[in-house]
């Protein structure tokens, strides 16, 4: 179930970020190779890489992967020949940031929605107007072709692409070790500029998150979270939305779901204790919400992920 082999396409002057990036996520854990045009690439830190191969490694894998350049259009000819062919047999293709542009070149994402950096969302749309432009998600997914945004939204990207591949425990075990949020809400808009300045807010804020998701089985009405914040309801929400892109209410209803996705996958549990535990009513609830937002009722979603 589930890719198990990752091709990484690295174009000259490849980023080091976003190479090190999908090494991290995806090297050790599965079947991953970096390949590129020469033998020796270089990134846009001016270190040489070796790459494990040529082109023709996007040939036989389950994901390939256009990684993101200093320069959009650096994609060789051959390899946007390598992505249409790897498109055509059913491979899973993606790419985060400017590596939309390949994979647009390509002409893969025509009559598809995209996304990239905000800063070359209006290129990308004027570039290939058959691409629909979506500059303020943090990723789309139009299900054998995904985009992410700009820089660190690759991991936001990488990590949907193993929760909704191999499940939330194998994605949340990731991001642990990674020490990044498994899922963030909200989009790009949220990172135009800083909202927030450093301060004792932030660290009251960072403490009420780490508070609630161990509390995710009890109320969490925002009036509750406000005091914990030492806010009033009024700043606290407008506070909490600018630092996270999203509401209290929206942000505790994803982390109860997504815990929710770990328990069905990793123990036994009836439904109804599932809900319980995460702070629903009961089954009919969870399972409301449930396929409300992921499109599957939860036994469907255990018979899937199920460990």
Known sequence: MGFQSVAAYAPGGVTA?????????FSGRFAFSVCADTEVVTTDLGLAVHADGGLEALAGADLVLA????VPDAASPRALEAFRAASERGALVASHCVGAFTLAAAGLL???RAT????????????????????????????????GAGAAAGIDLCLHLIRREHGAAVANAIAREMVVPAHREGGQAQYLASPLPGGADDERLAGVLAWALERLGEPLPVDRLAAR???????????FTAATGTTPHAWVRAQRLNRAEELLETTDLPVEEVARRVGYSGGAELREQFVRR????????RRAFHS
């Not at 749309?125 to 979506?134: D, K, L, S």
């Not at 914040?229 to 506070?239: D, K």
């Not at 992921?294 to 979603?301: A, E, S």
């Open 294 to 301: 992921r499109g599957v009722p939860p036994r469907d979603y």
């Open 116 to 147: 990239t950096h905000w800063r070359f969302a209006d290129r990308l749309a004027g570039r290939f107007p058959a691409v629909t432009v979506e500059p303020d998600v943090l990723y789309v997914d139009e299900g054998d072709l995904l985009t």
């Open 67 to 70: 990684l993101p350049s200093a």
């Open 229 to 239: 914040a030492l806010m009033s309801r009024r700043t606290f929400i407008r506070r």
């Open 17 to 25: 970020f976003g190479l090190g990036l999908v090494g991290e996520v």
């Open 110 to 112: 025509d009559g598809r």
